[in-house]
């Protein structure tokens, strides 16, 4: 005769704490290979660059890509003069950052101190739906609609120009401005505006006295990330400022900034593996060491205004 013992209560949970903890295993390793792919992708874009950056400067003193006044790869007589793309991207994205830094951070202000919670439940989706909007649409909104109006006031301004592309542009970048900059804002402790309200200080001085001093590494780094979603824009600039590389920073004229000449290139008339087509990579590295330098930028600012403010 055999005696049964009962199970005891850990006995029952073993199999289920078993089961659980493999589960986490399984959970963590497919995370880990989700980090891994887009680490894995970075570290591929950056070695395709530099690799075919290497190429081109093989055949292309750096010294002439750096000093040359004029930007002409595709010709019998080719010149390779980087800053004539850069003037251009500077410009446009000056005209952007100048449309959508004050009406993105007067939107903030306005979404996080003075509209209710209703009524900023409502705006700020409406604000969000401009960030939807595909840039081809902005494109040729600034090439149907606002040249045309421009035009109107100015006189001699060109069917294609950086002025237009620079506004709409900014236009497309103000819900991350406003976006960012609300979120920072409404962060700011409510004990730091009541100290204000308490010292007598109005709504107004609160908010430029304390508010906003609070949330500027929040809002510098809204403007760092607008200003390299400015310079990376393609489509707008590429539709509406034209294919015309120029050195100078006049934006009644047409100019080609970098992606919009990637874009050309990118076309499929110019052979792959030639000097024309490696310019490309040429640029794009360029592209990327500005904006890898803005994104440093704001890191160390963010890093640094949020220690002195804590």
């Known amino acids: ?22 589960i986490e295993l399984a959970v963590k390793a497919i995370f880990a290979l989700f980090a891994l792919v887009s680490i894995a992708t970075t570290i591929g874009i950056v070695l395709t660059l530099i690799f075919e950056t290497i190429e081109f400067f093989q055949s292309v003193p750096l010294w002439k890509f750096l000093t040359d006044t004029q930007w002409t790869p595709l010709f019998a007589n080719a010149q390779f003069g980087i800053f004539v793309l850069i003037s251009a991207t500077f410009l446009t994205s000056v005209i952007a950052i100048a449309i959508a830094l004050p009406l993105g951070l007067l939107a903030a202000i306005c979404l996080s101190e003075y509209a209710s919670p209703q009524v900023r439940k409502w705006l700020k989706p409406g604000l969000e739906i401009l960030a939807g909007v595909p ?15 421009l035009q109107s006031f100015i006189p001699g301004l060109q069917g ?83 294919q015309n590389p120029r050195l100078g920073l006049n934006p009644f004229v047409p100019v080609m900034t970098m992606t919009a000449f990637i874009v050309q290139v990118s076309l499929g008339d110019t052979p792959a593996g030639s000097l024309a087509y490696k310019t490309i990579f040429a640029v794009g590295m360029t592209l990327f060491l500005i904006t890898l330098t803005l994104n440093i930028f704001s890191f160390w600012f963010v890093r640094r205004f949020r220690e002195k403010y804590e």
């Open 1 to 22: 005769m055999t005696l049964e013992l009962p199970l005891s209560k850990s006995n029952l949970w073993q199999p289920r704490r078993q089961l659980s903890e493999r």
């Open 135 to 149: 840039t081809v649409v902005y494109g040729y909104f600034a090439l149907l609609f606002v040249t045309p109006l």
């Open 160 to 242: 294609f120009n950086a002025l237009s592309a620079g506004l709409v542009l900014g236009i497309s970048i103000t819900p991350l401005v406003a976006s960012l900059s609300e979120d920072a804002i409404y962060a700011v402790p409510r004990s730091l505006r009541e100290g204000a309200y308490a010292l007598g200080a109005t709504k107004r001085e609160t908010i430029l006295a304390v508010v906003l001093p609070a949330a500027l590494s929040g809002i510098v780094a809204s403007l760092i990330l607008a200003i390299s979603r400015a310079i990376g824009e393609t489509m707008i600039v590429t539709i509406a400022a034209g």
